[in-house]
């Protein structure tokens, strides 16, 4: 699974969530739950598609060192994307610690947020679980 599928992924489900919030009956629920994967899947992709190494790097340096409420951001000098990560909640799960995170993006001058997560693996590295 490459940076683009993670972002998309994880986007399609927290816009999916979002959408089904939204809606009168059955029908209209389901249309904007639609419409919110949707968009959030595209949202997604777009950051991801967008990580280099670096800025994976930096992704994984943000979820490890930074307090929860603590944003980090950095500047990917070969792309000139700009990049905010702030974990908001920290918890476990099967024993590995995991985050939840926000994270806002300038792509070609165009800002992109997103809401995630993920969890440390044994070999230390962190890996988007929604």
């Keep these: 699974m490459n940076n683009q599928d993670v972002g998309t992924l994880s986007g399609g ?18 249309a904007a739950t639609a419409g919110g994967a949707i968009a959030g899947a595209y949202i997604g992709g777009q950051i991801g598609k967008t990580m280099d190494k670096v800025d994976r790097m930096e992704m994984q340096r943000a979820l490890e060192t930074a307090p929860t409420g603590k944003a980090v951001t950095w500047s990917n000098p070969d792309t000139g994307n700009r990049y905010t990560v702030q974990p908001t909640r920290t918890y476990y799960r099967e024993h590995l610690p995991c985050r939840e995170y926000y994270t806002k993006a300038i792509i070609d001058g165009r800002p992109q947020t997103l809401r995630g997560s993920a969890c440390r693996q044994p070999d230390g590295t962190w890996h988007v679980v929604n």
Excluded: H, R, T
């Design 13 to 30: 489900v927290i816009g999916g969530l979002i959408g089904s919030q939204f809606g009168g009956g059955p029908a209209a629920k389901l």
